[in-house]
């Protein structure tokens, strides 16, 4: 054995803890799951605390990750004593929360518990209230910070006052091989499924139907492109709470003929 192999140490496997209070499902569940698989893979421990009801919860259980319920569905003093004994017991390495609620009970109920750290990850572009409360919970309650995109790490940095190096701007990736040209199916056999021409020009959004996606600008940008590319199709694909509004606007615009909402989809890729 060479003293190169000697002096190496074998890699510390750490006990990472998720937390998600939201019950919807979306571009932020699945990053957090490939994410947890991902470090599993590395040999890491997984668990996620999240509510019976959250989607993410029966999600995790059928990829194999290790699952706690906790009662994440308001900020209560319930959620906070059940969180603190659950993390006094099993002690992990780092928590990485994901959303508000679960975000608030962490940080309270992680006071004084110095033997791990707490991770912030920011998921959404929406604003953030600039209060006292807000900037001891990203600047103090947080060991660090990760969003995932460079503006959305300008934007709280500016508006919280966060060092720069206490946030890291960490962009979801997506599986490649997943959408190569190998593995798609005929494009003839699926627009033929969604009454698309073979002719037409395609647009996609893959996205929760929220408010902060951009849905209402597309949906009057289409209005404006078919007047010069009449043959031009929409497809939306992704749910949410804002699915009647989005099909109101459909009809207002007098798009009817243009945009398809496919819904909620685990083949995205087809």
């Given at each position: 054995?060479?003293?190169?192999?000697?002096?190496?140490?074998?890699p510390q496997?750490?006990?990472?803890?998720?937390?998600?209070?939201?019950?919807?499902?979306?571009?932020?569940?699945?990053r957090?799951l490939?994410?947890?698989?991902?470090?599993?893979?590395?040999?890491?421990?997984?668990?996620?605390l999240?509510?019976?009801?959250?989607?993410?919860?029966?999600?995790?259980?059928?990829?194999g990750?290790?699952v706690?319920?906790?009662?994440?569905?308001?900020?209560?003093?319930k959620?906070?004593f059940?969180?603190?004994?659950?993390?006094?017991?099993?002690r992990?390495d780092?928590?990485?929360?994901?959303?508000?609620?679960?975000s608030?009970v962490?940080?309270?109920a992680?006071?004084?518990?110095?033997?791990?750290?707490?991770?912030?990850?920011?998921?959404?572009?929406?604003?953030i209230?600039?209060?006292?409360?807000?900037?001891?919970?990203?600047?103090?309650?947080?060991?660090?910070?990760?969003?995932t995109?460079?503006?959305?790490?300008?934007?709280?940095?500016?508006?919280?006052?966060?060092?720069?190096e206490h946030?890291?701007?960490i962009?979801?990736?997506?599986?490649?091989?997943?959408?190569?040209?190998?593995?798609?199916?005929n494009q003839?056999?699926q627009?033929?499924?969604l009454?698309?021409?073979?002719d037409a020009?395609?647009?996609?959004?893959v996205?929760?139907?929220?408010?902060?996606?951009?849905h209402?600008?597309?949906?009057?940008?289409?209005?404006?492109?078919?007047?010069?590319?009449?043959?031009?199709?929409?497809?939306?694909?992704?749910?949410?709470?804002?699915?009647?509004?989005?099909?109101?606007l459909?009809?207002?615009?007098?798009l009817?003929?243009?945009?398809?909402?496919?819904?909620?989809?685990d083949?995205?890729?087809?």
């Open positions: 054995m060479t003293q190169q192999k000697q002096d190496q140490k074998p496997t750490l006990h990472i803890v998720h937390t998600e209070a939201s019950q919807g499902w979306g571009g932020q569940e699945i957090i490939t994410e947890a698989k991902a470090m599993q893979a590395q040999g890491h421990q997984i668990t996620l999240a509510p019976k009801a959250a989607k993410i919860h029966q999600a995790a259980e059928k990829l990750l290790t706690v319920t906790m009662s994440y569905e308001k900020r209560s003093f959620a906070i059940a969180t603190r004994r659950w993390l006094k017991k099993q992990p780092i928590v990485n929360t994901h959303s508000s609620i679960d608030w962490v940080a309270i992680a006071l004084s518990l110095n033997f791990m750290r707490t991770v912030r990850t920011r998921h959404i572009s929406a604003p209230k600039i209060n006292g409360i807000n900037r001891w919970l990203y600047r103090k309650a947080a060991q660090h910070i990760v969003t995109g460079e503006t959305l790490r300008q934007t709280i940095m500016r508006d919280l006052q966060i060092p720069k946030i890291t701007s962009p979801t990736g997506i599986d490649l091989q997943r959408y190569s040209r190998e593995n798609l199916p003839r056999v627009r033929a499924d009454g698309i021409a073979d020009i395609v647009l996609g959004i996205a929760t139907l929220r408010s902060w996606k951009g209402d600008d597309l949906l009057h940008a289409l209005k404006a492109v078919i007047k010069t590319q009449a043959n031009t199709q929409l497809l939306i694909v992704g749910d949410g709470p804002r699915r009647e509004h989005i099909e109101a459909v009809r207002e615009l007098n009817q003929n243009h945009v398809h909402l496919v819904g909620q989809r083949d995205v890729e087809q």
